[in-house]
Each structure stands twice: as structure tokens, then as C-alpha cells.
């Protein structure tokens, strides 16, 4: 179901992303899977890039995977993940886009924005995000032209 169990999920959040992390968490110790936050860990006002760039550095060195962020519109982290070479983050709002995130850009990381959907959608779309297979074939040409060299 989940993409390499043998590692744990990495998150992130701000603020006003904090609620629906909340609720993944809980998906994810309910279903068993292992995770690692890297904050934060409350609703006080914060600066999403703190913890964005944690997060992606534990996806990138290989500690975690895969990763998933949230903050209130989920641009500023998905913004702040991307800065990192090593980093395909998709920002998802639907179930469907998590999958076409997975199959065609081979994402490693899941942004949401907590702010626009609710705990029900925000676990509809970590179950889809999770449970998706890379399509590889004609997509993984594109995957290889992402990099700057």
C-alpha cells in the first residue's frame, strides 16, 4: 500500500497547516505507518520554511520517505520543497491529482493546502498519494530533463 514501508513519512507544516497534519497523523498511526515530524507542533504563527526544508532534506538524504507538507494554501511549502534538486513536490487538492502526481511526476513529496480541504479530503488524498506507483515508460524522460545540471 505504501510507497517503500521501510522508511518513515516525513512531514512539515506551519500554522495553518497544523490541524490537517494533526489528522494525517493520526491516519498514519492508525495504520501503521511510521512517520517523523519535522514540525510544527502547534498553531502559533510560524514560518513555513523552517520545517519545509527539514523535511525536504530527510526525503532527499533518503531517512524519510516519501515526505508530506502542508500549510494553509499549500504554495508556500510546495515552493520551499522545490528549492531542493532532490525534490518533486505536487501540491494536491482532489485524490485524482495525487495520483497523476505519483503516476506521471514520480512526486516524492505531497503538499496540501490545509486551509481548502477538509481532514476527510486531506486523508482521501495521503491514502491515494501513498498507495500509487510511479508509471515509469515515457513519463520518466520528462522525470530526467527536471534537474538543473
Known sequence: MILKADKPVALCSDH??????QAVIAYLEQAGIAYKDFGTYSEESCD???FAHKCAEAVESGECYPGIGI??????VCMTLN????IRAGLCWKPEIAALTREHND???LVMPGRFISNEEALEITKTFLST???GGRHQRRIDKIPLK
Open 16 to 21: 495553518a497547516g497544523y490541524a490537517t497534519k
Open 48 to 50: 513555513y520554511p523552517d
Open 71 to 76: 500549510c494553509g494554501t499549500g504554495e508556500g
Open 83 to 86: 528549492k531542493h534538486q532532490g
Open 107 to 109: 512526486a516524492n513529496v
Open 133 to 135: 506507483e510511479f508509471a
